[in-house]
């Protein structure tokens, strides 16, 4: 309720609203301000001047303000009424909140006919001058008043009764409303007047006697419950004050009496029944609230993101050491360049502590005011007066859609990474020396992003290897080309084996039998990119035939991915080995997706208690991650206790098969995608018949765990002996 306090004081005061007065621009304003800031205009620029009878403006007519301007250009703390060559300067004022106002103009004492000041006395209420305007305090819009004066404008109802109900929570004791210092604690309230007296103003004010005698006097509290309780008022038009407002004119968004209808002032317009829109526009400004409730939840959450990126950059120790480990170990040489070099790191450190504080603050202040709305709407949807929520909802809506709107992506998006982009080149020879410099040390926006792989398309095939690959979708950074690298197949250094602007290269003259990793890097004027994902590919075995190499293909090495795992796996052995306290099935799925060749891996049993019914087999990356494997369309699973197993897909049980776990037992996995198949061992023999046929598209190792079963991951093997032995006796199989 605190954040709300701000939508509840008036800019003028500072203070809580006292009888708010709706302005044409939506904005409120007590009064009593409002009279406080009236400036009278000259005659030339009466309303009924400006206004051409008959026509469908506004009672109101805005002033221009390129002919008239209530403001100084500069800002000298003065401001002048421009088009009225008597009126004085006056010095403005700023109200608490740090709005500016003015006050109102002092006649020049040579005038011939003294004028009366705005506010004569506290408490009275003269009348208003003729040509009066008022410039709002928050939009500084001004307008021109009519003969109505203030009277005019409607009164703000729903706010008068936000405010009463917020000044009661927070008030611990119910204090008298006529002790003019240091109020009392009331000891009664009168239901007639509504006011709550202590006994000493009671005595003075409110005597049991005379017209009063008949009032009836009750306890504070129940004064409170009473007033609460108390029937919504009526609200009565402000061209016909007999009149009670009964319809809603749609173009002009006004509550409208019958008398107003019959007077032909809205004769073209669309009228409906102000029942019917005041539940409409609540039901919008729910909806709103809603989705604004949604990015306030988002912006708590990127606040703790920020946060936590606040302490990553402040746990740079590690950053640094290495560093001086580096320059220690060059030659004396060095060590002139060092000083600067940690000079850079240390700038580079505080400058991304500024960034991502500066957007804790600023998304801070940001949701302060995002939560303050939300909570002034919700009790502004409590108001049972459909006159008065019509007069603001617009007004809300309009608010309520905008704040969401500034929580969009970008305003959600961290400026500034933790990780620092500073690569230490210490390849150079001695010679160059004096030029070493941090490599990547480049505004990250300018910067490429890294290439996405396209694993679809990848593949290898006898001793040639082809990669492709993409931006990101949402990158707008040009990019001049591309780089990619492959090690030796050994395990050895990156190098360079293509260079250009092409997303897609086939490496030929590989070794066979070998196990290359691949990865691609972007680069601009700017700079180079990060390298995308290190893609594993496995060449041919050498000595097969064209139908038996077409059939088994590529072997590929691979890891349990924690990052798309169900939050209760638990990694170890360098996310070889996973295991699950859940009674609950939680998946996890390979770092690896195959699309296409022939692939094996196994899984052995390290734990096995109370028997279990893990579930291992392929899965699409999108995959339900809380239930057993093969329950959804996405899944192709075979789950098995300690006495049998069965193929599951989509929910569908088929081929039990006799022969189950224990520990120390292996589970293996074939998947054939040329032959588009998966086939399931255990302890190297096969479990059952072909389990799944017509697999295709890009397919992850899966596995489903639960009840403390923990196995360890063998990839890169060889083809199973049975396999082969199969297509041996059946070659027509492979082709």
């Known amino acids: 309720m605190e954040e709300m306090e701000e939508e509840l004081k008036c800019p003028v005061c500072g203070s809580f609203y006292r009888e708010p007065i709706i302005l044409p621009c939506s904005h409120n304003i007590c009064m009593a301000c409002a009279r406080n800031i009236l400036v009278q205009t000259p005659d030339a620029e009466s309303p009924r001047s400006r206004r051409a009878s008959g026509s469908a403006a506004s009672d109101y007519d805005y002033l221009d303000l390129d002919k008239m301007s209530l403001y100084s250009e500069a800002d000298s703390g003065y401001g002048s009424y421009g088009g009225f060559a008597s009126a004085p300067t006056t010095p403005c004022q700023k109200s608490p909140n740090g709005i500016r106002v003015f006050p109102p103009a002092v006649p020049p004492p040579a005038h011939p006919q003294p004028q009366h000041h705005l506010l004569q006395h506290p408490g009275s209420f003269p009348p208003i001058p003729r040509n009066s305007c008022i410039t709002c305090p928050q939009c500084h819009r001004s307008l021109i008043l009519d003969e109505r004066g203030l009277r005019g404008f409607p009164k703000n109802r729903v706010l008068e009764g936000v405010v009463d109900r917020y000044q009661q929570s927070k008030a611990a004791a119910l204090k008298c409303q006529l002790c003019e210092k240091s109020p009392k604690e009331a000891t009664v309230m009168c239901e007639q007047c509504d006011v709550f007296y202590c006994e000493p103003c009671r005595m003075r004010c409110h005597p049991p006697r005379g017209p009063l005698a008949k009032h009836r006097l009750v306890p504070p509290a129940q004064g409170r419950v009473s007033r609460q309780l108390s029937p919504r008022k009526i609200s009565t038009c402000t061209e016909h004050e007999l009149e009670n407002h009964s319809m809603y004119c749609v173009q002009c968004k006004i509550p409208v009496c019958y008398q107003c209808l019959e007077e032909g002032r809205h004769s073209s317009h669309e009228v409906k029944a102000l029942g019917a829109m005041w539940k409409l526009h609540k039901g919008q400004l729910s909806q709103a609230l809603n989705i604004l409730s949604e990015r306030a939840k988002e912006a708590q959450e990127f606040l703790v993101q920020l946060r936590n990126m606040v302490q990553q950059i402040q746990n740079s120790v590690e950053f640094e050491a290495c560093l001086v480990a580096q320059c220690d170990a060059l030659i004396d040489a060095l060590n002139r360049r060092k000083v600067q070099l940690l000079s850079r790191v240390n700038g580079e450190h505080e400058h991304k502590l500024k960034v991502v504080r500066d957007q804790i603050a600023h998304c801070t202040v940001k949701l302060r005011q995002t939560t303050g709305l939300m909570e002034y709407c919700l009790e502004v949807i409590k108001e049972n007066d459909p006159s008065g929520f019509l007069q603001i909802s617009d007004a809300l809506i309009r608010r309520v859609h905008m704040t969401e709107s500034q929580w ?21 020879l001695l010679q160059t020396i004096h030029q070493l410099d941090f490599v990547q040390m480049k505004v990250p926006s300018t910067v490429p992003a890294a290439p996405i792989l396209q694993l679809e398309e990848c593949c290898s095939s006898s001793n040639s290897a082809t990669l492709s690959w993409k931006q990101p979708p949402l990158s707008t950074v040009q990019v001049e080309g591309y780089i990619l690298e492959l090690d030796d197949g050994n395990g050895g250094q990156f190098r360079e084996v293509y260079v250009g602007k092409e997303t897609m290269c086939t490496v030929d003259g590989l070794h066979f039998n070998s196990t290359y990793n691949s990865r691609v890097k972007a680069f601009n004027k700017t700079g180079v990119s990060q390298y995308s994902q290190t893609l594993v590919l496995q060449t041919s075995e050498t000595g097969l035939n064209p139908c038996e190499l077409k059939s088994l293909g590529a072997v590929a090495w691979f890891t349990f991915d924690p990052s798309s795992a169900h939050p209760d796996i638990i990694f170890s052995n360098d996310n070889l080995t ?158």
Not at 408 to 428: E, I, N, Q, V, W
Not at 625 to 635: E, F, I, P
């Open 408 to 428: 969009g992506k970008a305003t959600l998006t961290p400026r500034m990474t933790s990780d620092f982009d500073l690569t230490l080149d210490s390849g150079p």
């Open 578 to 735: 996973v295991t699950c306290s859940s009674y609950d099935d939680r998946v996890v799925l390979g770092n690896t997706g195959f699309s296409r060749g022939v692939h094996y891996w196994e899984m052995t049993v390290d734990r096995y208690d109370n028997h279990p019914d893990p579930a291992f087999g392929v899965a699409r990356i999108d995959t339900l991650k809380d239930v057993m494997l093969g329950k959804d369309d996405k899944a192709w699973a075979m789950y098995v206790d300690n006495n049998r197993s069965w193929f599951m897909h989509n929910n569908s049980h088929t081929n039990r098969t006799e022969g189950g776990i224990s520990k120390a037992c292996t589970v293996g996995v074939l998947l054939d995608l040329n032959n588009r198949i998966l086939i399931f061992s255990i302890n190297d023999e096969p479990q059952g018949p072909i389990a799944f046929e017509k697999m295709e598209g890009l397919l992850f190792p899966a596995i489903s765990l639960n009840r403390n079963v923990q196995v360890t991951l063998h990839s890169g093997l060889a083809i199973p002996e049975f396999y082969i032995q199969r297509h041996v006796e059946h070659p027509t199989s492979l082709c």
